[in-house]
């Protein structure tokens, strides 16, 4: 499954004016970075991916609906999953964009 377009432009729109913002194709869908580090992406798989700090993941995934990535059968501290259903609203997915990009930024960059 492609990942949706709709979806990545709504991202698109909350991110665009974020400095040192690239896109890049990852994980079966289209990720956006900041500073070369991902900070959430329009998932292959529907929904979206998000880069967390690690020592988040836990609470979020007690407190949300987001459930911690799974890559090769093995959870991924930092990397959460958020259904399509709990991102159709413009407040939903600002609210995962900007947890996304706060923890990018907060990495150094890479070159």
């Known amino acids: ?4 377009e ?4 709504r991202i698109r729109e909350l991110v665009g004016d974020e400095p040192g913002l690239t896109e890049k ?5 289209l990720a956006f970075l900041v500073g070369g580090n991902m900070a959430v992406a329009a998932s292959g798989q529907g929904g979206v991916l998000v880069r967390v700090d690690p020592a988040e993941s836990d609470r979020l995934v ?3 609906n ?3 990535m799974e890559m090769r059968g093995r959870s991924m501290q930092g990397w959460l999953r958020v259904a399509t259903e709990d991102v159709k609203t413009k407040r939903q997915l600002a609210k995962w964009v900007g947890l ?3 923890y990018a930024r907060s990495l150094p960059a890479k070159r």
């Open 1 to 4: 499954m492609a990942y949706d």
């Open 6 to 9: 709709a979806l990545a432009e």
């Open 25 to 29: 194709k990852m994980f079966g869908g």
């Open 62 to 64: 007690a407190t949300t």
């Open 66 to 68: 987001a459930e911690l």
């Open 100 to 102: 996304g990009t706060a």
